[in-house]
Nanobody, 115 residues
Framework: QVQLVESGGGLVQPGGSLRLSCVAS????????MGWYRQAPGKQRELVAM???????EYADSVKGRFIIPRGAAKNEVHLEMNRLKPEDTAVYYC?????????WGQGTQVIVSS
């Protein structure tokens, strides 16, 4: 079993930046990849950024060029650098860990973009 701890959310003004972090512990040997989803109020959970089988990262069109999963993190960690934040980025951000045949979700961290 894998436990996830997410951090880095908060309140930021439009145009600002935040860095989210997710650290996995426990049975981390089963981790294939780690990435991020988000869920805004009244909307379905959606992909933000997730590594693909080919080694690249798939980004939602709405965040391309603004958000990035930086390279070089340990296998049990994933970070999300969010720049030029917009009010529409307001959501609960969830860390997702992909294992062979199942996924683990974090508890979520709130990001509010507002002046």
């Amino acid at each position: 079993q894998v436990q996830l701890v997410e951090s880095g959310g908060g309140l930021v003004q439009p145009g600002g930046s935040l860095r989210l972090s997710c650290v996995a512990s426990g049975s981390t040997f089963s981790i294939i990849s780690m990435g991020w989803y988000r869920q805004a109020p009244g909307k379905q959970r959606e992909l933000v950024a997730m590594p693909t089988n080919g080694g690249s990262v798939e980004y939602a069109d709405s965040v391309k060029g603004r958000f990035i999963i930086p390279r070089g993190a340990a296998k049990n960690e994933v970070h999300l650098e969010m720049n030029r934040l917009k009010p529409e980025d307001t959501a609960v951000y969830y860390c997702k860990v992909h294992h062979p045949g199942w996924d683990t979700w974090g508890q979520g961290t709130q990001v509010i973009v507002s002046s």
